[in-house]
């Protein structure tokens, strides 16, 4: 593990240090509720917090319409840009979840489940450049909630949004936030990485239009500038190189969306190729620009002799970069591995902070609750990272004495895990994991098992520090 990562699992209070929501006390009362959440956040509320009045002074504060979220993420957001400057080349990873909650809540909408009230977050998270792919905390955040009303048929749905100005559009948030985002950094060393979603012709033509550098997974069905021929058609006339040998594992099929993006596949090891030109697209339809072409490179990995029932592994990555030769297109591939980074801080968030299990009556409130919990999420996702690296650092550089000694205690006495002299943070995490019930046999140990093992070990500190106080 290469050493300047090990200074980014301060304590949790960094990243709430420069907060200004605008009354003194109110700025010493996030912090203490950040200061709670990140000891056991998968606790409820009540829980976290030390007494009745506690608790009903976070209600306040969450319900407060003085408070701004953004004043709340902001020294988290500030603190990230700079750990990728620092860093040098940053990835920025782009994604949208939803955040679902049952019955009504005052400013939230439907979110596409049956009856489910909720509202959306796009976030950007900054990831490090190399291989070990360190999350280094989110740099921005776009929340919107859609309005209610009656469903309309898809043809008209199709059509309303073809007429609706762009500027209106939720799409623009894609470009919206990588501009604001980029306009953080102090230079140019920044490379926005996208999913499917952001397969957009007038996102394209942004993105080129404010010299941002971008790698964005898209349709190889796209029109070039050769009449009638798709970018298939001209990588299909490119053999490609030998890539990769890749294990897959075993997945389901879900519903009949799912199965279209994620078809249901056996284990198995696919030999992966790899191509790669510069192509000119053509302006769609109903595309609302004025540019009628925009020229980008394209890179595909591909399973070209894939076994037989078997779906074919195929991604191909439109992007800002040059790639004249197997390695430029690799680094393109490799940028691209860096999305599911945001894949786990959206776990991390949900499972691992139990977001949408908060008891909160307002898109508002959430918001600002919301706000509290990213950096904390981030916090989560790091640890774990550092966790499973190869390498990892010393658990003594990131646990004290006291939590170390707890963590030991519990284990012995559940008999659960045997830790090491000296353990490394892997160690302590998956001695964590079993204190929650993890059994090693089933590989990876997930949020909710982590969660458990936290909880049990913050009660447990509780307790451990009181008698050595007593006994001082």
Not at 286 to 295: G, K, M, P
């Amino acid at each position: 593990m290469p050493n300047e990562f090990s200074e980014l699992l301060d304590d949790v209070d960094a990243e709430f240090a420069g907060v200004d929501v605008g009354d003194k006390r109110l700025n010493s009362r996030v912090r203490l509720v950040a200061a709670r959440v990140g000891a056991a956040p998968g606790e409820s509320f009540p829980k976290l917090m030390a007494s009745d009045a506690e608790c009903e002074a976070l209600y306040r504060l969450l319900n407060n319409d003085d408070v701004a979220w953004q004043a709340i993420l902001e020294p988290h957001v500030v603190a990230s840009v700079a750990r990728g400057a620092e860093q040098g080349l940053t990835r920025v990873v782009h994604d949208t979840t939803d955040f679902a909650f049952s019955g009504d809540r005052e400013g939230m909408g439907p979110i596409g489940l049956k009856d489910t009230m909720g509202f959306f977050g796009h976030v950007a998270l900054a990831v490090s450049g190399g291989e070990e792919r360190i999350p280094l905390g989110v740099v921005g955040l776009v929340p919107y909630a859609r309005r209610r009303g009656a469903p309309l048929p898809l043809n008209e749905r199709k059509r309303a949004v073809r007429q609706k100005p762009r500027a209106e559009k939720e799409s623009t948030r894609w470009e919206t936030l990588a501009q604001a985002v980029s306009g953080r950094f102090p230079t140019s060393d920044v490379i926005h990485v996208m999913d499917q979603e952001a397969d957009d012709f007038v996102l394209l033509t942004e993105l080129q239009r404010t010299g941002l550098r971008f790698v964005i997974r898209g349709s190889s069905s796209r029109l070039v500038r050769r009449k009638g021929e798709h970018v298939q058609e001209l990588l299909d006339g490119e053999h490609g190189e030998a890539f990769r040998s890749v294990p897959l594992s075993a997945r389901k099929g879900g519903g009949a969306k799912q199965r279209k993006a994620h078809p249901a596949r056996h284990e198995r090891v696919a030999h992966l190729h790899l191509r790669w030109m510069q192509v000119d697209l053509e302006k769609p339809q109903h595309a609302q620009t004025d540019i009628e072409r925009i020229a980008v490179w394209v890179v595909q990995v591909f399973e070209p002799a894939p076994p037989d029932g078997e779906a074919p592994v195929v991604w191909t990555l439109l992007t800002s970069e040059p790639v004249e030769d197997a390695t430029a297109a690799t680094a393109i591939v490799d940028h691209y591995r860096a999305r599911w980074r945001i894949e786990e801080y959206f776990r991390a968030l949900k499972q691992g902070c139990a977001v949408e299990k908060r008891q909160l009556e307002s898109y508002d409130a959430m918001l600002t609750a919301l706000a509290i919990f990213m950096p904390i999420a981030w916090r989560l996702l790091l640890l774990r990272s550092l966790a499973r690296d190869e390498s990892p650092l010393p658990a003594a550089s990131v646990f004290d004495e006291d939590e170390i000694a707890v963590v030991v205690a519990l284990t012995e006495h559940k008999r659960c895990y045997v830790l090491p002299a000296e353990p490394t943070i892997r160690d302590f995490m998956l001695a964590i994991a079993a204190i929650g019930g993890h059994i090693r046999n089933n590989g990876e140990p997930g949020w909710m098992v982590l969660g458990r093992g936290l909880d049990d070990v913050i009660t447990a500190g509780i307790g451990w520090r009181a008698a050595r106080h007593r006994k001082m």
